[in-house]
């Protein structure tokens, strides 16, 4: 439960500080600070980074 607050709030930072930037951006940022968990592929990177580049947060917070 602790590691899913953790990548919700580093979703939530990601979302706050790269919205609108450009999806490659994006991608880069989450990629860097995103923990690692079970479950998250580079598909899944790429939808979430698509979902910030257009200004939306899909972390949920």
Same mark, same amino acid.
């Not at 979902?51 to 947060?57: P, Q």
């Given at each position: 439960? =602790?590691?899913?607050?953790?990548?919700?709030?580093?979703? =939530?930072?990601?979302?706050?500080?790269?919205?609108?930037?450009?999806?490659?951006?994006?991608?880069?940022?989450?990629?860097r600070?995103?923990?690692?968990?079970?479950?998250? &592929? &580079?598909?899944?990177?790429?939808?979430?980074?698509e979902?910030? &580049?257009?200004?939306?947060?899909p &972390?949920?917070?």
């Open positions: 439960m =602790h590691d899913d607050t953790q990548l919700f709030r580093t979703v =939530h930072i990601i979302a706050s500080r790269f919205a609108g930037q450009p999806v490659p951006v994006v991608m880069e940022a989450l990629t600070y995103l923990p690692q968990a079970p479950g998250i &592929s &580079s598909p899944e990177i790429r939808r979430i980074a979902e910030i &580049s257009v200004g939306r947060d &972390s949920g917070l």
